[in-house]
């Protein structure tokens, strides 16, 4: 949310309006008296497009704010993107700044040329979408070179390209450097200003924030992990995160092989070899990058838990997840006693695997090979044919 996005904003000193967050109407009504002026009450929703959804509103004294923000607080927004519209909870209260000039600054990835990339255009605010389609061209991009990083000459490249008032081009380098650092620092998928203000008086200051964090980099940043509030989807997704697994790590299928690997494209082109092999995955498990035996021996008793699983197919490519650690979760979770017996295949390579495989054949336990042909001996196992 924007004021999620606007505390990483203050720690890399993109300049922000001061303000507060407030929860109930009461809230806004004390701060504004205790801070008389014209201030704006922002929806706090994760949805965009806030300000046509009427979830933007501007109070120029205590009564008018309290009034305000009592319409805005339960007030369910709506809009195209998110027609099933958002319940506001809280606002952001901000100090009205008066708007000579609003431009666009994102940086986000560029899939195709596996490289951050930096967009601005003049014509920032609410309308960005018609001037992306309309005028593709009033667009200004840079593309950075991951290795060598930022420097001031392409912001000052981009404010030229997209033809920034002036007013803009001092304070510009500074805040693109601050937004690549957020942007780096914290694995951003996407960051972004709109509008980025130059006021009457002439300073810049960040008006929104967008802040999009890749899930996977999070356990870098614990304080900003806790604020994921969002409640898993479905009962699948709170098996997997009660056991310590990401909301997207576990869902259930509709066959009888049970599936751990690390990482999801190994996860999804293990399910491929056991449907080649002429079965079907009972589910999906991810165990990620680097799990530990003790999360294995978990994702090992959530798949086996499942009555369904006629056999489990534990396929690891190791990396930073090491072989050793999977092969204890596996003999852990085996000498468990609350647990069916269900046949196991398991393939381990890359880090660790020799140490793994010693560890599973002291437990009376022999790895296949290739990736097919455990696939193939999962699907004969849950057949009972083997
Ligand atoms: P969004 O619609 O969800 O992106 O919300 P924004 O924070 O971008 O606000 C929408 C619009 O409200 C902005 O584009 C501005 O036109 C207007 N707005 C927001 N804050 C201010 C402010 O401090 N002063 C003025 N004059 N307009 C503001
Ligand atoms: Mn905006």
Redesign the pocket.
Known sequence: M?YRGKDLFRRVGIPT?RGTFAATPADVRAFIAANPGSW?L?SQVMM?????AG??R?ADDAAQGEALAGELIGKVLRNIQNPAGEEVKALLV??????AS?AYLSITVDRAKKSPVIMVTAQG??DVEEVAADHPDAIAYYWIDAAAGYSPYMARQLAFDAKLPTGFHKAFPKIVGALYELFMKYGANLVEI??L?LTKDGSVIA??AKVDLDDNGLYKHPDIAAWNTAAPADEDQAAGVAIGLGMSNYAKLDGTIGVIANGAGLGMGTMDAIRTAGGAAANFLDIGGGAQAELVRKSYSLVVGDPRVKALFVNIFGGITRGDQVARGIVDARAGHDLREVPLVVRLTGTNAQEGREILAAAGYAPVETMDEGAARAVALAQGTN
Do not use: L
């Not at 901000?94 to 708007?99: C, G, P, R, S």
């Open positions: 924007e309006p704006v922002k965009g497009g806030r300000g046509k979830g933007i501007f901000e100090e009205k700044v008066a708007i609003e605010g609410m709109n509008p203000v008006s929104d």
